[in-house]
């Protein structure tokens, strides 16, 4: 591949994730605002774990998927790893976001100061390319 279209591909792939992060914000927001989700939800790009690495992974601009769920008050571990398993349920969402460089799943509150983290590869289905699809 020549540099020309390298550099294309890495402003293709930027402007999608940006569309992903927007379109993940618009629809918390109506889903707040209409009673549908009883939390706030707002994603944003993060830096990552550099151990969930792999061969798309986005480094040059932050690796990490980072949802904040606004709820008023510190979220249980419980309370993180249920919002973390809705996402990572949706292997079509998973694969998504691998392609696009995430390779981490963050899942914070909107008080305190942890939050959970996930490696995305880890949810989706392994082929076995020996054996066939």
Same mark, same amino acid.
């Given at each position: 591949?020549?540099?020309?279209?390298?550099?294309?591909?890495?402003?293709?792939?930027?402007?999608?994730?940006?569309?992903?992060?927007?379109?993940?914000?618009?629809?918390?927001?109506?889903?707040?605002?209409?009673?549908?989700?009883?939390?706030?939800?707002?994603?944003?790009?993060?830096? @990552?774990?550099?151990?969930?690495?792999?061969?798309? *992974?986005?480094?040059?601009? +932050?690796?990490?998927? %980072?949802?904040?769920? =606004? /709820?008023?008050?510190?979220?249980?571990?419980?309370?993180?790893?249920?919002?973390?398993?809705?996402?990572?349920?949706?292997?079509?969402?998973?694969?998504?976001?691998?392609?696009? @460089?995430?390779?981490?799943?963050?899942?914070?509150? *909107?008080?305190?100061?942890? +939050?959970?983290?996930? %490696?995305?590869?880890? =949810? /989706?289905?392994?082929?076995?390319?020996?054996?066939?699809?």
């Amino acid at each position: 591949m020549n540099i020309w279209n390298t550099i294309v591909d890495w402003f293709r792939d930027r402007s999608e994730r940006s569309r992903v992060i927007s379109s993940f914000n618009e629809s918390a927001r109506q889903a707040y605002m209409s009673g549908d989700a009883p939390v706030m939800l707002k994603a944003k790009i993060s830096r @990552g774990d550099p151990n969930y690495a792999h061969e798309f *992974s986005a480094r040059w601009s +932050g690796s990490g998927f %980072r949802v904040m769920v =606004f /709820t008023g008050g510190q979220l249980s571990r419980a309370e993180l790893e249920f919002m973390g398993n809705v996402i990572l349920a949706d292997e079509k969402l998973v694969r998504r976001l691998i392609v696009l @460089g995430w390779d981490t799943l963050e899942i914070h509150g *909107s008080e305190g100061v942890y +939050g959970l983290k996930w %490696r995305l590869t880890d =949810f /989706t289905t392994k082929i076995n390319l020996i054996n066939g699809f």
